[in-house]
Structure formats: structure tokens, C-alpha cells
């Protein structure tokens, strides 16, 4: 389809008789953030090794950009650009003379090479530091030059397999811009993460992973709504009147979960505003004192520890 950057349908991969892709299914759509969560060993490395054609699936079909991963491997690699979990810069080298030394592997020439690290330095704001060796450089600039590196081609579809593991919050911020940036002149994304967060930020999609399949997919609204949408959470100032609370919440005790140690109680509701004015009401006529009362979305956090388990996990070859 021409407004698909990328297919997967029944896939199958397995390392001995371990399961670690079990008939996945996967659409991307073009210019999108597509985001792909999972547990460790649920198979989201793998999955971006097929896609990127450096692991041939045991079964299934994969398209990236309109071309079989593996009988049109060669016309997927001229299309494609992969951020791996770890950096591939030479330490030694500037960051202009790494973008010059990509472009020349990829065959750009001497001239285009050097062009194409100019715009790269400016597009990823790292001009000023262009000269100096990358290992002066701190964690999100480097993580920057290896993205800007990835994209030394001007690919149409871009892999990013956990881009800020181990970045501070500011390094985080600085990556999530760039892919901004990139998706807002047209590249297509497929982020794999553990920081969920990043995925509520940036994703336009998501897909969560568990044992080798997806088993939920949607917008970060409709994964949260899984979880059975709005909440409301209050916060008492003595833990003994927990009890007596639980009943004037609106869905009856039977809904409600009581975290005994944060004197805290969380009820879903429907109607937000009518729910949070009548508990409010409820609490101050049953005397009862109440530190704060909040309604709040469903986490990713939350959508993440409901859909998948601590089981059936298969350990990723590194």
C-alpha cells in the first residue's frame, strides 16, 4: 500500500527452539512514529534486525519501502537508516570527519561526503562542536551525531533501536527534537524503547510486544483506555479511615484499589467532573480528610504491566 512504510505479517524467528518472534504482525504508516514496546527478550531487537535486513526471518513476509527484506535486500538497504543501541563513532575523530568517513563508506565520494556532513552538523545543531573529537563530546551530543550519521543516506525509513538508553533527561530531550525533526520533513520512524515516556512523547502509534507477538497496538489515548480510562485518586491524611472512604468512591468497593502504605485510593470513572465534585462532597460530610484528590489518564506505565507478563521471556542474542 502505497501509504505503508512498512509490513510484517506472520514473522517467525527463532535461536534454537526458542520462540523469539511468533508470528508478529506490524504496519507502519509513512511520515509516522511508530513506536514498538516490550519487555527485555519480548523480541524488539530482533524484530529491527529483520526489518534492517541483517537477520533473515524464519517465516512471514517483511516490506520496508515497498521492497522484500529478503529478496530485495539490496533496494531495502539504499532506503533505510539504523540508530543501534550503542554508538559506531570513532572516539578519536570529529564529529565532522565521522559524518565525512560514513558518507565515503556509502559511497557518496569525497565531495558529497563533505557536503553532506555540513548539513547534518547544522540540521542536529552541533556546528560549533564539529571539530572536536567525539570524545569530548557529552552523552547527547554524541547520541545526535550517531543519529545524524544514520541519516547520512537521506533514508526514507529510519530504525532507531532504543536511541537515549542511558542518556540523562536534557541528552533525552535533545534526541527526542531531533527525531521531531525528522519525522516533520517526511521520515518514517520505527522507535523501539523501554522508556515509556518517550513513546507517549513522540509516537503517533505503538505497538506493544510480548512473547514474539503484538499484542496490542493503537495511540497512546487508545492503549491507555485499555486500562479502563479516567481515574480518580485520593490521598488520605489517616491511613484508619481507608475503610470507611472505599464506599463513598463511585464505582463501589469492588472497583476500588487501596494502596494501604500511600493512604491512597484509585477508582476508574466515567464522568470526570461529576466524580471528582461528589467524592469531594462525600469525604468532607463523612468527616473524613483528605491530602488530595486528583483525576488523572492511565499511564503508559500502567497500559505496559497490563498487557504483558514476566514469563515466557526468550534472552536476544546481543
Not at 524484530?47 to 533473515?56: A, E, H, M, Y
Request: charged share 25%; with cysteine; glycine share 12%.
Amino acid at each position: 500500500m502505497a501509504d505503508t512504510a512498512i509490513t510484517v505479517e506472520g514473522v517467525e524467528k527463532s535461536y534454537g527452539d526458542k520462540k523469539a518472534l511468533a508470528g508478529l504482525d506490524l504496519r507502519v504508516a509513512r511520515g509516522t512514529v511508530h513506536a514498538v514496546l516490550g519487555p527485555n527478550g519480548a523480541g524488539k531487537s530482533t524484530l529491527v534486525r529483520i526489518l534492517s535486513t541483517l537477520l533473515r526471518p524464519d517465516a512471514g513476509r517483511v516490506e520496508v519501502a515497498g521492497h522484500d527484506v529478503v529478496r530485495q535486500a539490496y533496494e531495502v538497504r539504499l532506503r533505510i537508516g539504523l540508530l543501534g543501541q550503542h554508538a559506531a563513532l570513532d572516539e578519536e575523530l570529529g564529529g565532522h570527519q565521522n559524518l565525512e568517513m560514513f558518507g565515503r563508506l556509502h559511497h557518496l565520494g569525497a565531495r558529497h561526503a563533505r557536503v553532506r556532513a555540513d548539513e547534518l552538523l547544522e540540521r542536529f545543531g552541533l556546528v560549533d562542536t564539529g571539530r572536536k573529537a567525539v570524545k569530548q563530546y557529552s552523552g547527547g551530543m554524541r547520541r545526535r551525531l550517531d543519529l545524524a550519521a544514520s541519516l547520512i543516506t537521506d533514508p526514507e525509513v529510519l530504525f532507531l533501536d532504543e536511541p537515549t538508553t542511558g542518556l540523562d533527561p536534557r541528552g533525552r530531550a535533545e534526541v527526542w527534537a531531533a527525531i521531531r525533526s525528522l519525522v516533520g520533513g517526511g521520515t518514517t520512524v520505527l522507535l523501539t524503547t523501554q522508556y515509556l515516556e518517550e513513546a507517549d512523547q513522540l509516537a503517533d502509534c505503538i505497538s506493544v510486544v510480548d512473547a514474539g507477538r503484538v499484542v496490542a497496538d493503537g495511540t497512546a489515548d487508545e492503549l491507555k483506555a485499555l486500562t479502563g480510562g479516567d481515574r480518580i485518586d485520593v490521598v488520605l491524611r489517616d491511613a484508619g479511615q481507608l475503610g470507611a472512604a472505599v464506599a463513598l468512591l463511585p464505582v463501589g468497593a469492588s472497583g476500588v484499589s487501596v494502596d494501604t502504605d500511600r493512604r491512597l485510593l484509585s477508582a476508574p470513572v466515567t464522568d470526570r467532573m461529576a466524580a471528582l465534585s461528589g467524592v469531594v462532597r462525600a469525604l468532607e460530610e463523612a468527616g473524613i480528610e483528605a491530602e488530595d484528590v486528583a483525576l488523572r489518564r492511565p499511564t503508559l506505565d500502567e497500559v505496559f504491566l497490563h498487557l504483558t507478563g514476566d514469563d515466557r521471556r526468550v534472552k536476544e542474542p546481543a
